[in-house]
């Protein structure tokens, strides 16, 4: 299996422009999460989904942050207008179970920089 | 509120030292609390799971406890190695989301 997949690895945009990241979860995971990880706030979930269906999406920071799961295999998290302060990396992981019940695997992370 | 607290934030180590790792919560309505390693520019690989109904699990060198009463979790590394570097986090699932520490840094000098 090769895991959870993120892309892009890395992206550098200006303030402004809209930025999509994409993760592809572990074929069978019922349970998809995006967090976002900076050195001042540490590890911060966003939103995470069960069955493609978004469950909590109360660490999502403003209406700029929306999230889509279209099917089992895919999602994206989507930054409409970026801001500077939104500079982090943002994994992406996912789960057997619903919830979270089991152990959590975690993507390598998109790097965006927001100049 | 930090709700999840690693102490110490660093640590560094001699090779073939053992050591612990401390991570307390505040939330003792916990499902489970996983131990994570972070490599730097990577993402978090599981290292153990710990059920809220056990008080141990065991990984190789690696040992986790957790003492849902007092809000307390270790890690417990034998014999460590450089290989071993890494920052540590804990993690704890509630009902409808998963809080994580801050991490400690561990260096384990060869």
């Known amino acids: 299996d090769a895991g959870v997949i993120q892309s892009p690895r890395h992206e550098v945009t200006e303030m402004g422009q809209e930025v999509t990241l994409r993760c592809k979860p572990i074929?069978?995971?019922?349970?998809l999460f995006w967090y976002r990880q900076t050195m001042m706030r540490g590890l911060e979930l966003l939103i995470y989904?069960?069955?493609?269906?978004?469950?909590?999406d109360s660490g999502m920071p403003e209406d700029r942050f929306s999230a889509k799961m279209p099917n089992a295999s895919f999602s994206t998290l989507k930054i409409q207008p970026s801001e500077p302060r939104d500079s982090a990396v943002y994994f992406c992981?996912?789960?057997?179970?619903?919830?979270?019940?089991?152990?959590?695997?975690f993507g390598s992370g998109t790097q965006l920089s927001v100049l | 509120k930090q709700e999840v607290t690693q102490i110490p934030a660093a640590l560094s180590v001699p090779e073939g030292e053992n050591l612990v790792l401390n991570c307390s919560f505040t939330?003792?309505?916990?499902?489970?609390l996983q131990w994570f390693r972070q490599d730097p520019g990577k993402g978090l690989t599981s290292l153990l799971l710990?059920?809220?109904?056990?008080r141990e699990q065991t990984s190789g060198r690696l040992n986790a406890s957790l003492d849902k009463s007092s809000g307390r979790s270790t890690l417990y590394i034998a014999a460590s190695q450089p290989g071993d570097s890494a920052t540590y986090l804990c993690?704890?699932?509630?009902?409808?989301?998963?809080?994580f520490g801050a991490g400690t840094r561990l260096t384990v000098k060869p």
């Open positions: 992981a996912s789960s057997p179970r619903e919830g979270g019940g089991e152990k959590l695997f």
């Open positions: 074929s069978g995971h019922n349970s």
């Open positions: 989904f069960n069955n493609n269906v978004p469950i909590d």
């Open positions: 939330d003792s309505a916990i499902y489970n």
């Open positions: 710990i059920q809220s109904s056990q």
């Open positions: 993690a704890i699932k509630r009902v409808l989301d998963m809080r």
